[in-house]
């Protein structure tokens, strides 16, 4: 990725060590938790809809793990504000390295995805897509 990427990875070092959103959110309209049993990462995601019940008003997270798990997480949760569930529900994996910035190892990749997997589970959940799921465990 060139030069370019060194600032990437200031930015992903500065989304794990002053993470945007990192709270746990009393009036959620919706949380979910998940984790990544190759690194150890957890996320809880919680997430507050709009009064049209399609658009993310806000969302935080909490848990810990890796700066990558941990970045995105908080990059994620600036990200979503103002879409809907079905934009959510459409990021892939390549939205999620694309929004980091820099390229990530296939173990890493897992890391990198959980917050959007544990939201878009989340927002499944929420809307009766599926009905029981306890916790969203990154695939082996």
Avoid: W
């Avoid at 990021?91 to 939201?119: F, N, Y």
């Avoid at 599926?130 to 465990?137: C, E, F, G, Q, R």
């Amino acid at each position: 990725m060139g030069g370019g990427s060194d600032m990437y990875r200031q930015q992903i070092l500065d989304h794990y060590k002053n993470p945007r959103n990192h709270a746990e959110l009393d009036d959620a309209t919706f949380s979910h938790t998940g984790e990544n049993p190759s690194c150890g990462d957890t996320i809880t995601v919680d997430v507050r809809l709009e009064d049209d019940g399609e658009t993310i008003d806000y969302m935080a997270f909490s848990g810990d793990g890796c700066a990558i798990s941990q970045a995105s997480a908080s990059m994620l949760s600036e990200r979503l504000q103002g879409m809907t569930l079905d934009e959510l529900e459409a990021m892939d994996t390549d939205d999620i390295t694309e929004m980091l910035g820099v390229d990530i190892s296939p173990m890493r990749i897992k890391c990198a995805v959980l917050a959007r997997q544990v939201a878009q589970d989340g927002a499944k959940l929420h809307e009766g897509e599926i009905d029981d799921l306890d916790v969203t465990k990154t695939e082996d």
